[in-house]
């Protein structure tokens, strides 16, 4: 790792953290989304946050639809 990644915080985390299917399937969503009309990409990233919160939070809960 170089001086410059030091001094910007970043790290290969790579080496530590194990991939699971759902991560390698993040970046092909992502393309997905991005060439979506704006309107269907706002909602489909709404969606994918929501999906990724409730995956770090443990899903203890299902999301209610009113915030």
Same mark, same amino acid.
């Not at 985390?13 to 993040?26: G, K, N, V, Y």
């Not at 946050?49 to 995956?55: G, I, Q, S, T």
């Given at each position: 790792m170089s001086t410059y990644d030091e001094q910007q915080g970043e790290?290969?985390?790579?080496?530590?953290?194990?991939?699971?299917?759902?991560? +390698?399937?993040?970046?092909? =969503?992502?393309r997905v989304i991005e060439h979506q009309p704006l309107a269907q990409r706002a909602d489909a990233y709404v969606q994918l946050? +929501?999906?990724?919160?409730? =995956?770090l939070e443990g899903g203890d809960a299902p999301r209610t639809q009113g915030r």
């Open positions: 790290r290969d985390e790579s080496a530590t953290t194990p991939a699971t299917p759902a991560d +390698d399937a993040l970046l092909p =969503r992502l946050h +929501d999906e990724m919160r409730d =995956r």
